[in-house]
Each structure stands twice: as C-alpha cells, then as structure tokens.
C-alpha cells in the first residue's frame, strides 16, 4: 500500500494529460477500426508485443529477439496489405466525425443517398436496377458484369443509369457503401402472376429475388415507380420513409435504432475506454516506472533574468553534480542537452547572493526522478559595471650586469581604462605587464610586453592596449673609487 502511494504522490499533471490523451488515441483507433480485418490484425499485433515484453522479462532473449522480429514485419505488413480499409476508416467528411463520431459506420450505410437518388430517378423517368446482395453468393445467377469500383453517389447512380450510357440497361450490385459491378444480367422470372406492365426490369428483379436472399430496387422508366423485389415478392414502394426501413433492414441497420442495442453499444464503447485507460497507464507505468536505472551528470549552470545594472562578478561553482533515476527506456535515450540548471537572477541584489538548488531549477525530460545534488547552493557575487583609469608598471625580474643601470623607463600607454565591476575595480590600483627578464640588458632600446589583466572579469574599453610599447635608457654604473693609498 505504501508503495501505491509513494508512485501516486510522485504523478504530475503533465503525466495525468499525457495519460489521457494517449488514451483517448487508442479508443479513436478502436472506434475507427473495429468493423474491420485491419483491427483484428492490430489485436494480434498488440497480443504480440504484450507477450514480446513477457519474455524479455523473463529472460527469454532469443523468444524476446524472435517476437519482436515478427512485431515490426507484422506492423508493415498491416499497411500494405489493410491500406484500403485504412484509407476508408480515416476518411471523416468532417473533423468533429474524425474526433468523435464513427466515420465508418457512416460510411457503410448510404440509406438516406440511395433513397433520394431513387425517388429523383423516378421523377425524371430514369430506369435502373440495383442489386443489394445478402448472405448468399451470388455469382453463379448473375453473369455480364464489369468490373467497377465507385463511392455511392447520387450523381455515380444517375450517369450509370443515364439512356445513352452503354451499361443502363443492365443491372448494378451495390455491397456496403461501393458500386461494385455494372451492366449485370439478371435471370428473368417465369411467373405468370405478375402485373402485364411488368417489363424486363422487374422481371430481372423478381427472377433474382425467387433465387436469392438479395434485395432488389427497380426503377420504371415509363411510369417513374419506384419497386422493391426481395424472397419472391415484388411490390411497389410508394414513400422514401418505407423504402429506407426496407434497405435498413436488408443491411442489418434497422436493429440500431433499438434502444437495447444503443444500450449494448453504449456499454462496449465504456468497456472500450475504460480499457484504454488501463492500457495506456499500464505502458505509462513500465516505462517510467519499471527496471530503474542510476545515472549522473555535470550540467553547466545557467543564469537568467540577470539585471541590466549588475554583472556577475563571481561564482562558488560552474558546474552541479546531478544524480537521478529513471526507467532504462528513458536513461539509455536521454541526451545531456535536455538536462539543464537555470538560476533565476532576477531578484538578486549587489554583492553576494545565495541560491538553493532545488527541483524548480532543474528541468529533465518527463519519467526521470532526482536523486541528489552537489553543491546544493550556489553563491553568485553581482556588482555594477563601472570603469577606472589604471596606471600600468613593467614587472623586471632577473638582475642586471653589475656595470648598467637603468636610468629611465617610458611605457606607452603609461594607463589604461578598465572596465569591471564597481567593487572589484575599488582593490585595483596597478597593472603589470608580463614579466621581463633584464639579465640580457646592455643597452638602451624598446620593448613590447602584453598587459596582465586580473581578475579576467575585468576587460579593458580599448581592446588595442592590451600590449604596452616600453622604452628604456641604460648607463654605465659609476665606479666607486678607494681611499687613498698612505
């Protein structure tokens, strides 16, 4: 129990987002995918990768190695092959269907289409004939066809059954939401009960309905009605309402205006969610959660929000220690640039100022925990910028022959201005130059020797003076006479 709680209290409300949002994904592909093969094939992928995890766990290397072969090969395959079904599942008339509705379902069931393109055949006299298969193959009854592979549409239906269109005179077979045949023969019925006005057409409708468990609609070109054949009866259909029931029951639609099976849906689409949810917290968990891993970094410090006035003169440290824990997945992925320590400067006062490190500084990659870090503060010395003219001295060093001196030195600038800190530039007073060896010296001349500039905080507002021309003059020491001889 107190272990549940300690992963309850260590979730963030990004976690909790990403959580959700992930679950949500999954549902959609469920509700988009769940009439077709593709989603089968996504189940058995899925039951897959479940037991390729099982075996890693266990040690199974080469299952684990097998299984996972057969997970990516499966994962392209399911493209290749479901392409079509994919493409249809993902093709929303809008995004509010995209997001929430069920495009395919949608998609399988043109009723409200086919029933206005019938009626609108009937009143500009357009004969057609259009065949909705049942259970039954229906192969070997209809015979003639061409190939033909269209989206239902009012305009698809009107120019097939157009007079001058080669193929108006045969029959369509319409399955699901597709034209799939044109220009079908149909057997012709032998029954001497039908109306005389019967012509070929509703003769080919009632031959195929005597044979078959196939629902078929003729449209008469002479007197512009509308008919229904289907188990050997033939009638007329006088309203779009009754002809839309009679298509829906043919298609199995009729039931989901049932309200026990909008309930029975309704709870599939709960169960559906609810497991998504588990699923998605399930994998949330094992990766950020399962097989910890240690790690340690240096990470450079950065500073930001620094106050236009002040400078940042010193600090106790560049570099802090971090040390946390992370699932594996997300350790071996990670990458030092996505760690980062920000320390905010924007209240920071003149002088020296003192700052935690805590979690609030520390931004690392969701999943990965800290551990601890060193050091745990960090001391940041501000000072305003100011400027300061600084005298500059040659720094001698060695010892000149016993026999010359050095009566006179120029150097050239004889002073630089600094710029630095306010506080630091209080303790400068002199600049040196690098040192210069006078073991040598014999005679007179000019040297150049580069300006040594401490602390290197400090920089100088003329970057040309950082090397001094220095002119000396040299004499001969005097010799110093004896006492005189008694």
Known sequence: MRSILLVLSSIR???????????????????????????????????????????ASL?????????????????????VVFRNEIRSALQARNLKNFLWGSPLEEKSSPVSVLVD??????????????????????????????PWDGRVSQEMLMSIFWP???????????????????????????????????????????????????????????????????????????????????????????????PEYRKKEMTKLGIASVLSLFIITAIWLGFTRGRDTLMEL???????????????????AN???????????????????????RINLAKAVEGLNVFPITKENIQMPPGLFLNSVNPATLEVTLDVPATKIVPVQVDWIGKLPDNIVI???????????????????????????????????????????????????LKLADPSQEHVEIRFTVAKRSEKKGPPEG
């Open 407 to 457: 009566t006179e030195v120029q150097v050239t600038p004889s002073e630089v201005q600094v710029l630095g800190g306010k506080t630091l530039l209080a303790g400068i007073h002199t600049f040196y130059t690098a040192p210069l060896r006078v073991d040598s010296v014999t005679q007179s001349g000019s040297l150049t020797a580069p300006l040594i500039i401490t602390p290197a905080s």
């Open 319 to 341: 570099k802090v220690h971090l040390q946390f824990h992370g699932s594996s997945a997300i350790v071996k992925s990670l990458r030092p640039e996505q760690v980062t320590v």
């Open 59 to 79: 040690g199974l290397i080469l299952t684990s190695w097998a299984l996972q072969a057969i997970t990516a090969a499966a994962a392209i395959i399911i493209i």
């Open 164 to 258: 001058k269109n080669p193929v108006h005179d045969g029959a369509a077979i319409v399955k699901g939401d597709k034209v799939t045949e044109v220009g079908v023969l149909l057997p012709l019925s032998q029954r001497t009960d039908l109306p005389t006005f019967y012509g070929t057409r509703h003769r080919a409708a009632a031959g195929l309905a005597e044979r078959s468990d196939a629902l078929v609609v003729a449209v008469s070109e002479e007197r512009g009605r509308v008919s229904t054949a289907k188990d050997g009866w033939i009638k007329p259909v006088s309203q779009p309402e009754e002809l839309a029931h009679i298509l829906e029951s043919h298609m199995g639609m009729d039931h989901r205006r049932d």
């Open 298 to 316: 240096n990470v450079p410090v950065e500073f930001v929000n620094r106050p236009a006035q002040f400078q940042i003169l010193e600090t106790s």
């Open 117 to 146: 393109t019938f009626f609108q055949m009937g009143k500009k006299r357009i004969g057609a004939l259009v065949v909705f298969p049942g259970k039954e193959d229906l192969s070997e009854l209809v015979h003639g066809g061409i």
């Open 13 to 55: 409300w990004q976690d909790v987002v990403d959580i959700l949002i992930n679950s949500y994904i999954l549902f959609r592909v469920y509700v988009l995918f769940r009439h077709t093969n593709a989603f089968r094939i996504l189940a058995g992928i899925a039951s897959l990768w479940v037991i390729q995890e099982l075996a």
